[in-house]
């Protein structure tokens, strides 16, 4: 993957001087660390979103367990059906 992004932050001159030290401590180029934890972090967010969407809809097909049959949602087609027959009734009505 080529690099041709430039990222700049600021912070603190003590937390930049400890995790330069750190990196090289550690034998590895502190742009390395920091697209490392970037990747660990995007991978961490997308792995919970994920969560949170299997979740939902667990929680969404477990509501639709525990609805009796007859309070399913319906779909357009059945409401505009309910609907029509109510106008046609009260059309009726009105003759």
């Known amino acids: ?4 992004a430039v990222f700049t932050l600021k912070l603190e001159p003590e937390l930049r001087d400890n ?3 750190a990196a090289r401590a ?3 180029p502190a ?3 920091m697209r490392e934890l970037m990747r660990e972090f995007v991978d961490r967010h997308q792995r919970q979103a994920r969560e949170q969407e299997e979740a939902r809809s667990q929680r969404l097909i477990l509501k639709a367990d525990l ?4 309070s399913m949602p319906r779909t ?4 505009e059906a309910e609907f029509a ?5 009260a059309a009726a009505s009105k003759h």
Do not use: D
């Open 1 to 4: 993957m080529t690099k041709e």
């Open 19 to 21: 995790f330069r030290a």
């Open 26 to 28: 550690s034998h590895r």
């Open 31 to 33: 742009s390395q660390l």
């Open 67 to 70: 609805m009796p049959l007859g």
């Open 76 to 79: 357009n087609e059945e409401i």
């Open 85 to 89: 027959a109510r106008r046609a009734r």
